[in-house]
């Protein structure tokens, strides 16, 4: 699944004055909340700083991206709600990382932290059509937080043992089709517009993170978790073979 990015032209000067200030802020939290984690006792210090070093990375890869690519010059709410979401994930990263086993009241703080982030994952896209400041720059943003959120949460289930092994499979999925793409040019192919298409994904995608939601807590019978995550992963195959089936017949026509 992919979404090419075309370079526009953008009011740098203003969009990154406010986009440092925004990342700067959000850096300044995401610290904080590290710290905090150390000082509290739910993190050791080396999984803390890997999760702030993991969100330091997005907002590095962020920033590279946005102002050849970004067409307005506002970084706007919807990014902001994102970036919000990325953090998130990061957060919840740093105790998936430690080795100590997940309790009871972390697993339901954790499961009630990913879901905030599941219905900021609406808020965002709803902000940028609201403000007409809809793009290819912020569904991309959007995509790759979907990712590593999805990616994060399957980690953190499977440390749980709320469900077996093969869930990492749903979280690894988006990062190994990148990786057969730089052995295979056809998966590199921006996929042709297709609103039916788009709207596969995204509903895709709110069914991978609600399956491992549900699985989190400790209230969910580990049938049912299983269950609910081998038909997100099911689905998840489904996707990226309509997707590939899309490039091949995109290259067949070029």
Same mark, same amino acid.
């Given at each position: 699944?992919?979404?090419?990015?075309?370079?526009?032209?953008?009011?740098?000067?203003?969009?990154?004055?406010?986009?440092?200030?925004?990342?700067?802020?959000?850096?300044?939290?995401?610290?904080?909340?590290?710290?905090?984690?150390?000082?509290?006792?739910?993190?050791?210090?080396?999984?803390?700083?890997?999760?702030?070093?993991?969100?330091?990375?997005?907002?590095?890869?962020?920033?590279?991206q946005l102002a050849g690519h970004h067409p307005f010059p506002r970084l &706007? /709410?919807?990014?902001?709600?994102?970036? @919000?979401? !990325?953090?998130?994930?990061?957060?919840? #990263?740093?105790?998936? =990382?430690? *080795?100590?086993?997940?309790?009871?009241?972390?697993?339901?703080?954790?499961?009630?932290?990913?879901?905030?982030?599941?219905?900021?994952?609406?808020?965002?896209?709803?902000?940028?059509?609201?403000?007409?400041?809809?793009?290819?720059?912020?569904?991309?943003?959007?995509?790759?937080?979907?990712?590593?959120?999805?990616?994060?949460?399957?980690?953190?289930?499977?440390?749980?043992? &709320? /469900?077996?092994?093969?869930?990492?499979? @749903?979280? !690894?999925?988006?990062?190994?089709?990148? #990786?057969?793409?730089? =052995?295979? *040019?056809?998966?590199?192919?921006?996929?042709?517009?297709?609103?039916?298409?788009?709207?596969?994904?995204?509903?895709?995608?709110?069914?991978?993170?609600?399956?491992?939601?549900?699985?989190?807590?400790p209230a969910t019978p580990a049938s049912w978790a299983a269950a609910g995550?081998?038909?997100?992963?099911?689905?998840?195959?489904?996707?990226?073979a309509a997707d590939i089936a899309m490039q091949l017949v995109n290259r067949?026509?070029?």
């Amino acid at each position: 699944m992919s979404i090419q990015l075309v370079p526009l032209p953008s009011s740098a000067p203003t969009l990154l004055r406010e986009a440092h200030a925004a990342f700067a802020r959000a850096f300044g939290v995401a610290v904080m909340a590290a710290w905090s984690l150390i000082l509290g006792g739910a993190v050791q210090a080396l999984p803390a700083m890997a999760g702030l070093l993991l969100f330091t990375g997005f907002l590095v890869t962020l920033r590279r991206q946005l102002a050849g690519h970004h067409p307005f010059p506002r970084l &706007a /709410a919807a990014n902001r709600i994102t970036l @919000i979401r !990325a953090g998130s994930a990061c957060l919840i #990263a740093c105790r998936a =990382l430690d *080795p100590t086993p997940l309790g009871v009241t972390e697993r339901w703080a954790l499961t009630a932290l990913a879901g905030v982030a599941l219905l900021l994952d609406g808020a965002d896209g709803w902000a940028a059509r609201r403000q007409g400041l809809a793009s290819a720059f912020g569904a991309r943003f959007d995509m790759e937080t979907d990712a590593i959120a999805i990616a994060v949460l399957a980690v953190t289930v499977v440390k749980a043992s &709320a /469900a077996p092994p093969w869930v990492l499979a @749903i979280g !690894a999925m988006r990062y190994l089709y990148l #990786a057969v793409g730089r =052995l295979f *040019p056809v998966l590199r192919l921006p996929l042709p517009p297709c609103p039916f298409a788009d709207r596969r994904r995204k509903s895709i995608a709110v069914v991978q993170s609600l399956a491992l939601i549900a699985a989190l807590p400790p209230a969910t019978p580990a049938s049912w978790a299983a269950a609910g995550c081998a038909l997100a992963l099911g689905l998840l195959v489904y996707s990226f073979a309509a997707d590939i089936a899309m490039q091949l017949v995109n290259r067949a026509h070029r």
